[in-house]
C-alpha cells in the first residue's frame, strides 16, 4: 500500500489515480453543489428502487416461488391466473414467434430477456396452454410461460443448419480465443507485478502534469 502527505493549494485538485494497467493523474475541473429534488418529483423512481431493493430480499423470492409454483401447478392459462389468485398482480406479455437462435424479448420498458434454448428444452414436450415457471431472465426476473403455439421445423428451416452451425462454432472459436487472450493478458500483468521493478521519473511526469510531485515524493 502507498499514502502520501495531502498536498495543499492548486496542487490539492491532483490526484493518482491507481488503475489495472495505468496510473492517472486526475485534476477536479468544476465542483457542483447537490440539490435534492422534490419529492413529488421523484416519487415514481422511489417506489421503483423501494421495490427493486424489496424483490431482492430472500423472503421475497422464496414467497414469489412458492406462489409460482402454487399456480404452474393448479394447471390453468395465465388468463385465468387472477380469478384464482386475485392477489396476483399479474402482467401478460405475448412474445413472437421465436426459432432456436433467437432471442424473445418482452416490453420496451421491462427489458426482460430470457433463454430461448431454455424455454424450448422445457416446453418441448409440453402442449398449447401448458404453463412452466418460475422461468428467470438474465436480469434475474422470474416469469411464468404459457405455451401458446410450437411450430415444428419446415424444410427451408433445416437447408439452412450446416451454415447455421458452422457460424456458431465460429462464435465460440472467437469467443474461447477472446477469453484465452483475457486470461494471458491478466496473467503477464500479475507476473509484472510479482517480477518486475518500475522505475518512475519523477521529472517527466512532473513536465507532463505541470505541477510539482514533492508532495507525492514522501510516498512509501
Known sequence: SMSAPTPEGEEAAYRIIPARLFIYVGKGT??????????????????????????????????ARELAEKIVAAGIGLDKV???FPEVALEIQTTPLVKANETPYLGTDTMAYLGTAQLIDELKDKEAGDVIGPVRSILGDGYLVELVNMTSPTDEDRAGWAEEEEQLRLNMQRQVQSQTLEDYTSYLYEWAQENMMVQVDMDLLEKITGISMDAFNAAG
Do not use: F, H, W
Open 82 to 84: 387472477s380469478e384464482q
Open 30 to 63: 468544476e465542483t457542483v453543489e447537490g440539490v435534492i429534488p422534490p419529492l413529488e418529483e421523484v416519487r415514481e423512481q422511489v417506489i421503483q428502487g423501494a421495490e427493486a431493493i424489496y424483490k431482492r430480499e430472500e423472503a421475497y423470492q422464496t414467497q
